[in-house]
């Protein structure tokens, strides 16, 4: 049985291969398969761990492509059903040779938006150690958060260890000022063990980019004991319940391709390296680590590395976990 389970909505991405030519003009595409949560289920297995994935695909070629390509990357998909009346989640995205890709999303009533309840209460958590929340399903429909809400609760009456990523996405959720995507994120921050805000997404979370402060804020939750922010190329500041605090440098690089998949990469870095017994320093610095590694690659999960690639990146930069 898996020792990680995570839930999200797959997204098959066509990627442009014309650098900073628009959506619009590009001819040229190439097919992969992203997803925050997916990318995290990806980089846990391959450092070695057994991880699950729920969601649920359209009866449709992406649909078929998705559960085909999981499979092959080794995540579990027991919890993958098929909807045989709405399709699989899709989208465009720019290539860049500076800043953030745009994306173009067709999500909009897509399968995962119509995963039950149903289906999480008969989600088997006995072997779960960690699980990995994030703030983009339950956006993407009123039937998608009563979902997470359910596995939420669920975990947390089994008393795992969660994590929980904003991982802020204005775009799927209805209410375009931001109100509705602000209160309920910050209100299922508080159910998690461990918060991983980044210190931009604290600005429209909470009103203020400062580390200190941000981890200060999502402490209060209910169930709350570590906050781990994210400070870009600086790394990460760490805070916990009984006022420990300090902060884990991050990796220098030569060349960032692509950040998609960096906030990911983070997050399971320090997933990883909890359930191997590491220090919460330990775990925030493999986090940075994975974050530098991802970043000098085109692809969203490309860049995760093997516990032999994890290793060699240590030698290289002269640090040790």
Not at 31 to 36: R, T
Not at 192 to 215: C, H, N, Q, R, Y
Request: aromatic share 8%; hydrophobic share 40%.
């Amino acid at each position: 049985m898996s020792e990680v389970i995570t839930i999200g909505e797959p997204i098959v991405t066509f990627c442009s291969t014309e650098p900073d030519v628009l959506m619009a003009e590009a001819l040229d595409w190439h097919k992969i398969l992203g997803g925050a949560e997916l990318n995290v289920a990806i980089g846990v297995r391959r450092l070695g761990h057994e991880v699950e994935y729920i969601s649920q695909v359209g009866e449709d070629p992406f649909g078929q492509y998705v559960k085909k390509t999981i499979a092959e990357h080794q995540v579990g998909t027991t919890y993958v059903s098929y909807d045989p009346d709405h399709w699989t989640a899709h989208q465009l995205k720019e290539l860049v040779t500076k800043g953030d890709p745009k994306t173009f999303n067709y999500r909009k009533g897509s399968a995962a938006s119509y995963l039950t309840p149903e289906v999480i209460n008969k989600v088997d958590l006995s072997d779960v150690k960690i699980a990995h929340m994030s703030g983009i399903f339950p956006g993407i429909s009123q039937t998608a958060e009563e979902s997470f809400r359910t596995l939420f609760h669920r975990l947390n009456e089994a008393d795992i260890l969660t994590t929980f990523d904003p991982n802020l996405r204005p775009a799927v959720w209805k209410d375009q000022r931001n109100v509705d995507m602000v209160e309920t994120i910050n209100e299922l921050a508080g159910m998690a063990d461990i918060v991983l805000p980044g210190v931009e997404e604290g600005k429209i979370l909470m009103g203020s980019d400062d580390p200190e402060t941000i981890a200060d804020f999502y402490l209060k939750g209910n169930r709350t004991k570590t906050v781990i922010v994210k400070v870009g190329s600086e790394g990460a500041y760490v805070k916990t319940a009984d006022g420990e605090a300090f902060l884990v440098n991050g990796f220098s690089v030569d060349q960032v391709v692509d950040t998609v998949g960096a906030g990911d990469g983070f997050a399971l870095g320090v997933i990883t390296a909890l359930l191997e017994g590491k220090s919460l320093k330990s775990a925030v610095m493999r986090g940075n680590a994975v974050g530098a590694l991802q970043v000098q690659t085109p692809g969203d999960n490309d860049g995760y590395p093997t516990p032999e690639q994890l290793q060699a990146f240590y030698q290289r930069e002269g640090v040790q976990e």
